[in-house]
């Protein structure tokens, strides 16, 4: 909520220390918020009533956040909480977020408009959507199974806040739908999100990958067929159209479809039926489709691999995802996200801390994966740090090449930060032959050998132990496969080539 000419979005000011101060009033007021200062806890518990939102200033840890947390829990659980820093602390931004601070905005790199767009998404009021199309008993005995929870997507970068903004916007015109952006970006989230935005969320989300499935079985998944239309088809079966009547079809990969298949989906799109292989009535349906693809298919068009009518079909509003590495915003709150959600999935009690240095690993690092890169670091950090905090060491860049000259730069800055504090944690008394004695060393982990080491050694090493922990730490050899972001065939060669116990 925003403040208008006739109603103020009000937000308590937590600081134990001192009110807000002038400067900081008008900064909020420009960003969209009206400050109540409260000086204590108890003070927020009985204003809670007459805020959209909490501003905390955090001084040096997130004790008091954890408490404010506890409390709106408690009271009004979907109250957004925005921290606000004094300065730059990167490892106190990350502690906050991953303690349920949806924004944190830093004092000393103060910018009007990307305090407005943090402040208006996190108090944007979430959209309500309109009851579902009516769909069939037939529909709805089949999507009476439990749905999984919805996906997130992370938006604290301005340029993914903008995109946010224009995709809730396209949820509620129900226009056909195109999301285009490299691989691993997050196009199938950003799909969901424009499905749950929508007047359709109370009806399924149905996506078919039209890259990953046979050119022979891409008409059945699509249009369904009838009992005895080939050998095997024992009974009916609904194709994604029928499936997802009422509610979206999301085609990923798109621009794999082969031509065939293109004029076919073309006229179901224009006509809203489809024909079941075998089948002799055509069926109505209703859905609206979201479409995405990593191609140009421009290109595509001139080379007669995508039909135009088609693209223009599907491109009646397009959404660009950019890389993760443009919306640098996003990707400490993403790997909090990711850290939490693997953790659980790994059986941890709690997820480990992103350490500073780790936290700048990361936001140096070029991600030409996206978000999908990130998610296998992620995991594979989880098994190396095995529950404690995670560090530089335990961050494996899928693109070696250039990790290898930035994780020097990493594992100098740890050894600077370390050799400070072994310093500093001296007595000032010490000769300087104690000195010299307790002289800091580096962590083994960040330890540069004495005798020269070839890369591929140094990679093959590591590799083997990650399998290693996989193993010891799933249940099952599938498992094991997907913690480090390979696939159950790979993981067997691997064992075999390294000479993993266990590997035929």
Same mark, same amino acid.
């Given at each position: 909520m925003l403040i208008t000419n006739d109603q103020a979005c009000n937000a308590l000011w937590l600081d134990p220390f001192s009110p807000a101060g002038d400067m900081e009033r008008g900064r909020l007021a420009a960003a969209g918020l009206c400050l109540l200062p409260v000086r204590t806890l108890e003070d927020l518990r009985q204003a809670l009533t007459k805020a959209s939102a909490v501003v905390v200033r955090l001084m040096g840890n997130t004790d008091l956040l954890t408490e404010v947390r506890r409390l709106t829990e408690a009271f009004k659980q979907d109250i957004p909480i925005i921290c606000r820093l004094d300065g730059k602390n990167l490892g106190l931004a990350v502690d906050a977020m991953r303690k349920g601070a949806c924004h944190v905005l830093d004092a000393d790199d103060y910018d009007e408009n990307s305090w407005r767009s943090a402040v208006e998404l996190a108090t944007r009021p979430p959209v309500q959507p309109k009851p579902a199309a009516p769909v069939s008993r037939a529909s709805a005995r089949q999507e009476s199974a439990p749905k999984p929870a919805p996906k997130t997507f992370v938006f604290a970068d301005p340029m993914s806040q903008k995109l946010l903004a224009l995709a809730q916007r396209v949820a509620l015109a129900q226009v056909t739908t195109l999301v285009t952006g490299p691989t691993g970006a997050g196009k199938e989230v950003l799909a969901a999100v424009i499905h749950e935005s929508s007047p359709r969320a109370g009806a399924p989300m149905v996506s078919l990958n039209c890259g990953a499935i046979p050119e022979h079985l891409m008409e059945d998944m699509l249009f369904g067929h009838e009992k005895g239309a080939y050998t095997g088809?024992?009974?009916?079966?609904?194709? %994604? +159209?029928?499936?997802a009547h009422g509610g979206t079809v999301f085609l990923d990969e798109i621009g794999e479809l082969p031509l065939s298949l293109q004029a076919k989906l073309l006229r179901v799109l224009q006509e809203k039926k489809i024909t079941r292989l075998g089948g002799q009535q055509p069926i109505d349906v209703d859905f609206r489709l979201i479409a995405a693809t990593n191609k140009d298919l421009k290109l595509a068009m001139t080379a007669r691999e995508f039909r @135009?009518?088609?693209? +223009?079909? %599907?491109? &009646?509003?397009?959404? &660009?995802?950019?890389?993760?590495?443009?919306r640098s915003a996003d990707i400490l709150p993403l790997a909090v996200q990711l850290t939490a959600k693997h953790a659980a999935q790994q059986g941890l009690m709690c997820a480990p801390t992103l350490s500073e240095p780790a936290a700048r690993a990361l936001l140096a690092y070029h991600w030409p994966g996206n978000v999908r890169e990130l998610e296998n670091v992620i995991q594979r950090a989880l098994v190396l740090s095995q529950g404690e905090d995670i560090q530089p060491a335990h961050l494996l860049f899928d693109d070696v090449g250039s990790e290898s000259q930035t994780q020097l730069d990493w594992s100098a800055s740890a050894f600077a930060a370390h050799a400070t504090s072994a310093v500093e944690s001296e007595d000032a008394n010490n000769t300087s032959e104690g000195?010299?004695?307790?002289?800091?060393?580096? /962590?083994? @982990?960040?330890?540069? /050998?004495?005798?020269?080491i070839r890369l591929p050694d140094a990679v093959k090493s590591n590799e083997h132990k990650m399998i290693l922990r996989a %193993? @010891?730490?799933? /249940? &099952?050899?599938? @498992?094991?496969?997907?913690?480090?972001? %390979?696939?159950?065939? &790979?993981?067997?060669?691997k064992m075999a080539q390294l000479k993993v116990a266990g590997a035929a």
């Open positions: 088809a024992l009974r009916d079966h609904k194709g %994604i +159209f029928e499936q @135009e009518d088609l693209y +223009f079909r %599907i491109s &009646t509003f397009r959404l &660009t995802i950019p890389m993760l590495r443009d000195m010299q004695a307790a002289a800091p060393s580096l /962590p083994a @982990e960040l330890a540069m /050998p004495v005798a020269p %193993i @010891e730490a799933a /249940p &099952t050899r599938a @498992e094991a496969a997907r913690m480090l972001g %390979i696939s159950p065939r &790979t993981l067997r060669y």
